[in-house]
């Protein structure tokens, strides 16, 4: 079964570091293709945040990065703040759909 | 600066028909694929279909294969998704996005989203 695996939610002080996992198989991450993240704000439309497993597009503060490694991936941010409080949703590439694949999607609270 | 303005959402009865539209500006938009992708309510995303530049290729979650079907207007720089057989569980917020550049797998532009709701 193709799926990308998040944590249904996680949870920060301001200030602080968080991660978020997002964990594939050998028919997407895998299988070398790239991950990218979104962050979706209450009502509004997902914004990329992460492409090509770590690259941020123009305008997104370097507190968030990204990484893979084998099956799995990695969103981290640093120096939380409220505004960061939000959706977040890994996708890749699936070969057996033959199309994109999302995570699940993890909340994250900025405490 | 890329806008995207989307349209075609409303209340349809299971079994009914619906085209969602969406129109581009401040882009080649002959240039890229282009996707749509849907959220349930309280729910992830799902992506439900792709088309290639020049509309030769498409591609589409299972779940919607043989019902829907994904098409564009380079001239009107315009994308299209055709939705026949609507079932409930095809109620969702529905976004178009752009696709990255070629070879690429992200979508770096999305629309504001419309929402098609199938209720009797």
């Known amino acids: 079964q193709s799926v990308l695996t998040q944590p249904p939610s996680v949870s920060g002080a301001p200030g602080q570091r968080v991660t978020i996992s997002c964990t594939g198989s050998?028919?997407?991450?895998?299988?070398?293709?790239?991950v990218n993240w979104y962050q979706q704000l209450p009502g509004t439309a997902p914004k990329l945040l992460i492409y090509?497993?770590?690259n941020r597009p123009s305008g997104v503060p370097d507190r968030f990065s990204g990484s893979k490694s084998g099956t799995s991936a990695s969103l981290a941010i640093t120096g939380l703040q409220a505004e960061d409080e939000a959706d977040y949703y890994c996708q890749s590439y699936d070969r057996r759909l033959s199309g994109s694949l999302f995570g699940g999607g993890t909340k994250l609270t900025v405490l | 600066e890329v806008q995207v303005v989307e349209s075609g959402g409303g209340l349809v009865q299971p079994g009914g028909s619906l085209r969602l539209s969406c129109a581009f500006s401040?882009?080649?938009?002959?240039?890229?694929?282009m996707s749509w992708v849907r959220q349930a309510p309280g729910k992830g995303l799902e992506w439900v279909a792709t088309?290639?530049?020049?509309?030769?290729?498409?591609f589409y979650v299972d779940s919607v294969k043989g019902r829907f079907t994904i098409s564009r207007d380079n001239a009107k720089k315009s994308l299209y998704l055709h939705m026949n057989s609507l079932t409930v569980e095809d109620t969702a917020v529905y976004y178009c996005?752009?696709?990255?550049?070629?070879?690429?797998?992200?979508?770096?532009?999305w629309g504001q989203g419309t929402l098609v709701t199938v209720s009797s």
């Open positions: 996005a752009r696709d990255g550049p070629p070879s690429s797998n992200w979508f770096d532009s």
């Open positions: 401040g882009i080649t938009f002959s240039s890229y694929w």
């Open positions: 050998s028919s997407n991450i895998g299988a070398g293709y790239t």
């Open positions: 090509d497993n770590t």
């Open positions: 088309i290639k530049q020049d509309g030769t290729e498409n």
